[in-house]
T-cell receptor, first 113, second 117 residues
């Protein structure tokens, strides 16, 4: 049972434009959400997170939006840069799971120069 | 700072043999380490959580006698895949936490690709 879903396995965006990566979840107990970025042959690196008490969190070029009623979150990257090309995973946790993270399947983002 | 290494980065073994994978936190002490497995085009699935000096907590469906986890020190955890079978072929990745309570302090290793022939 995939509790965190990223329905787009891949996405291509022109350099300078906005990249929007989407993530849906089914477990209403999730209260904290994270985005990780992963390059080949490297471990995931933390990018940005959001608590369920907020609907938006911004950090430089990265903004995460959370729509709790729709159980949907999205990551916006603007402007997109070639170095943003990577696989992006969203992850979620609940208060009852301690530090346990439930990951989505990932979206491969390719920025076209 | 906050670098996590894994060794080996890839390994090929024969069916029936055991393979040990090491996870080290290089510049911090990790109170908790996590082991994940990722099959192609699937998400990272948590296998177990280990705390230094205590037994690992395994997720449902993960055989603790097959996947032996030892967290002997605050900088080292090992995962041993015993009597490996081809279906154990996967990408194994560890993460380490400083234990500050914030989820985003979980640092990931680069992963180990295991292929069982």
């Amino acid at each position: 049972d995939q509790q965190v879903k990223q329905n787009s396995p891949s996405l291509s965006v022109q350099e300078g434009r906005i990249s929007i990566l989407n993530c849906d979840y089914t477990n209403s107990m999730f209260d904290y959400f994270l985005w990780y970025k992963k390059y080949p042959a490297e471990g995931p690196t933390f990018l940005i997170s959001i608590s369920s008490i907020k609907d938006k969190n911004e950090d430089g070029r990265f903004t995460v939006f959370l729509n709790k009623s729709a159980k949907h979150l999205s990551l916006h990257i603007v402007p997109s840069q070639p170095g943003d090309s990577a696989v992006y995973f969203c992850a979620a946790k609940s208060n009852f799971g301690n530090e346990k993270l439930t990951f989505g399947t990932g979206t491969r983002l390719t920025i076209i120069p | 700072g906050a670098v996590v290494s894994q060794h080996p980065s890839w390994v090929i073994c024969k069916s029936g043999t055991s393979v040990k994978i090491e996870c080290r936190s290089l510049d911090f002490q990790a109170t908790t380490m996590f082991w994940y497995r990722q099959f192609p085009k699937q998400s990272l699935m948590l296998m177990a959580t280990s705390n230094e000096g205590s037994k690992a907590t395994y997720e449902q469906g993960v055989e603790k006698d097959k996947f032996l986890i030892n967290h002997a020190s605050l900088t080292l955890s090992t995962l041993t895949v015993t009597s490996a079978h081809p279906e154990d072929s996967s990408f194994y990745i560890c993460s380490a936490s400083r234990g500050s309570g914030a989820v985003d302090t979980q640092y990931f290793g680069p992963g180990t690709r295991l292929t069982v022939l």
